[in-house]
């Protein structure tokens, strides 16, 4: 996957997720109950889709994404593409977000993993018919399966893991073929673990249910790897990692340094979304494992709250980085989205739009019009 200046990911990007509608929440509420037909809701997440799709334009974003208009959750959905995939309310895989009452259901691994249809490249196929800037679709990690799934049904439909592994990232293999052959050519792959591993308490709970976190982490990049290994060279993979983003909550604190030598060295990816908005995420110095030529997007700017940043305040934290990853190497987008789920963060739509102004605003001061 090669990487060039006019390629993404942009010098102020995003992470994919936007604040849904209400006419949106209200379709999707009807269609759960049985109160409106999947073609009528399509018919709205279409024109809801459209709009997010002018709003991203007119706010002056290259890389456009749906929204993930059609989730309720950013991983659960994807994955439960898959045959074998199933969900369950009511249990949780060990690790809670702080101060929310609702939990994400827990996903079960129940038979073996297969693809028998497309997940989701049907909404890439929408996004493409309605933007003339660079789609990205942003899928979850393979990762997020074993990371945050119940280990019980796992061990009991492969009892080789490695088999496990072998199945999924076929499976994922297959769906980014799908997209690439749609027309994809800008990849986000969202992987929570990589942060959150540098959480003593996340490292403590994997240590619980049998695993060595460290070793975890090189088993989670080798999936990614694996995943992606016949991406065509026209096509940019990046992965994002944060700690957690549900209503304005998070999951973990934590620097980069437990993980960082491992995960930055050993992905083969062109490009990093990290996390960085508060001191939860640590310091840059871990930058300094990242290997040479690829992309570091910063996420300097908040999407859980909706005060705004100090532009020169953002700019300071950009030099500081470029101590460690060359300036011509970094970009700028907030540290998430704005709804990783379909609760949205506490903000509003002109607070998510003064974020994302801003990033554009500084990449244009810091690298200019490139």
């Known amino acids: 996957m090669a990487q060039a200046a006019s390629r993404p990911p942009f010098r102020a990007d995003h992470v994919g997720s936007l604040l849904r509608p209400p006419e949106l929440k209200a379709a999707r509420d009807r269609a759960r109950r049985g109160e409106?037909?999947?073609?009528?809701?399509?018919?709205?997440?279409?024109?809801?889709?459209?709009?997010?799709?002018?709003?991203?334009?007119?706010?002056?974003?290259?890389?456009?994404?749906?929204?993930?208009?059609?989730?309720?959750?950013?991983?659960?959905?994807?994955?439960?593409?898959?045959?074998?995939?199933?969900?369950?309310?009511?249990?949780?895989f060990g690790v809670h977000f702080k101060g929310a009452d609702e939990q994400p259901p827990l996903m079960r691994v129940q038979s073996r993993i297969r693809r028998t249809r497309p997940s989701m490249v049907d909404h890439f196929k929408f996004l493409k018919s309605v933007t003339r800037r660079t789609p990205k679709f942003c899928m979850p990690s393979p990762a997020m399966l074993h990371a945050r799934g119940d280990r019980e049904s796992l061990r009991k439909t492969y009892p080789d893991v490695n088999e496990f592994w072998a199945d999924l990232t076929r499976a994922y293999r297959e769906e980014i073929r799908d997209l690439y052959q749609a027309g994809c050519r800008y990849l986000q792959i969202d992987d929570t673990t990589i942060a959150m591993m540098g959480d003593p308490k996340v490292q403590e709970t994997f240590r619980n249910m049998g695993d060595e976190p460290k070793k975890d982490t090189a088993i989670y990049a080798d999936a990614v790897n694996a995943a992606i290994r016949d991406v065509p060279d026209d096509m940019t993979v990046c992965v994002h990692t944060c700690r957690g983003n549900f209503m304005s909550t998070w999951l973990?604190?934590?620097?980069?340094?437990?993980?960082?030598?491992?995960?930055?060295?050993?992905?083969?990816?062109?490009?990093?979304?990290?996390?960085?908005?508060?001191?939860?995420?640590?310091?840059?110095?871990?930058?300094?494992?990242?290997?040479?030529?690829?992309?570091?997007?910063?996420?300097?700017?908040?999407?859980?709250?909706?005060a705004l940043e100090n532009k020169d305040d953002v700019k300071r934290r950009i030099g500081a980085a470029a101590k460690f990853v060359p300036l011509e190497?970094?970009?700028?987008?907030?540290?998430?989205?704005?709804?990783?789920?379909?609760?949205?963060?506490k903000m509003t739509v002109d607070d998510q739009r003064r974020k994302l102004a801003l990033a554009l605003e500084v990449a244009q001061e810091v690298w200019g019009s490139s």
């Open 329 to 345: 190497n970094l970009c700028l987008s907030p540290q998430c989205g704005f709804s990783s789920t379909h609760h949205g963060n």
């Open 252 to 306: 973990a604190s934590g620097s980069y340094d437990f993980v960082a030598e491992i995960a930055f060295t050993r992905l083969d990816v062109d490009g990093f979304f990290l996390e960085y908005d508060t001191e939860r995420a640590g310091g840059f110095e871990p930058l300094r494992y990242i290997p040479k030529g690829k992309k570091v997007v910063l996420g300097l700017i908040s999407s859980k709250f909706p």
């Open 36 to 92: 409106l037909a999947p073609d009528a809701l399509r018919k709205v997440e279409d024109e809801c889709i459209r709009n997010a799709v002018e709003f991203q334009e007119a706010v002056g974003l290259q890389s456009i994404t749906d929204g993930e208009y059609r989730r309720d959750w950013w991983h659960i959905d994807f994955l439960r593409g898959f045959d074998g995939v199933q969900t369950v309310t009511g249990a949780t």
